[in-house]
């Protein structure tokens, strides 16, 4: 089973920025989808962006033109840069990896995603 390890949480100002990355034990982001979620306290999982093999990306509109998420298939790494940070964006962020190459329909059905790392905390203050 292939190894997720996310790095890069911490603690933000509203308005600031932080840049989470997940690193892969093996050579995978070039041949399934991948993504990212997060789980507040006391709420459920949710997506937050997901890629397809062809780059292809979706993200939840919660943070549509705030976050971006992007790859690096030599060093295996996935990454989520995110902007304009909310106290509302607290939660524990996860990387993922899907079933397939392509990313399910919808996009974030938590049932679609074979492995997940351990995840790395955010917390953004007003």
């Known amino acids: 089973q292939v190894l997720l390890v996310e790095s890069g949480g911490g603690s933000a100002q509203g308005g600031g920025s932080l840049r989470l990355s997940c690193a892969a034990s093996?050579?995978?982001?070039?041949?399934?989808?991948m993504g990212w979620f997060r789980q507040a306290p006391g709420k459920e999982r949710e997506g937050v962006a997901a890629m397809n093999i062809d780059g292809s990306i979706m993200y939840a509109d919660s943070v549509k033109g705030r976050f971006t998420i992007s790859k690096d298939n030599a060093k295996n790494t996935l990454y989520l840069q995110m902007h304009s940070l909310k106290p509302e964006d607290t939660a524990i962020y996860y990387c993922a990896i899907g079933r397939g190459s392509w990313c399910p329909s919808p996009p974030f059905r938590l049932s679609e995603y074979a492995s997940w790392g351990q995840g790395t905390q955010v917390t953004v203050s007003s």
């Open positions: 093996e050579f995978t982001y070039m041949m399934y989808c």
